[in-house]
Nanobody, 124 residues
Framework: QVQLAESGGGLVQAGGSLRLSCAAS????????MGWFRQAPGKEREFVAA????????WYGDSVKDRFTIYRDNAQNTVTLQMNSLKPDDTAVYCC?????????????????WGQGTQVTISS
């Protein structure tokens, strides 16, 4: 399995931006469709974004569409989530996830490898 590690979380004011990174090790990331999910206290895990193995196809959750952008660099084995126009409702732990040889899953159970997560807190 590929090992994943997120970074870039923090505390920002509403309207601000954050960039989350997911670094992979152990296997070549280009064989994995990648996704970002988030979970706030007391809420279910929510799909945020996904990107195909080649990086050409992208999917977004309705609540983040037009504000978040996912992209990847297979040469560097990284996936990035650029988050703009952040809202207090975006507060959550954000995790990246990998699915072997498939793309675009929006259901968290389709992913077999997960990072530990990074906390994102948006103040109003």
């Amino acid at each position: 399995q590929v090992q994943l590690a997120e970074s870039g979380g923090g505390l920002v004011q509403a309207g601000g931006s954050l960039r989350l990174s997911c670094a992979a090790s152990g296997r070549t990331l280009s064989n994995y469709g990648m996704g970002w999910f988030r979970q706030a206290p007391g809420k279910e895990r929510e799909f945020v974004a996904a990107i195909s193995r080649g990086g050409l196809r992208k999917w977004y959750g309705d609540s983040v569409k037009d504000r978040f952008t996912i992209y990847r660099d297979n040469a560097q084995n990284t996936v990035t989530l650029q988050m703009n126009s952040l809202k207090p409702d975006d507060t959550a732990v954000y995790c990246c996830a990998a699915e072997w040889l498939t793309d675009g899953a929006t259901n968290w159970s389709s992913y077999e490898s997960w990072g530990q997560g990074t906390q994102v807190t948006i103040s109003s």
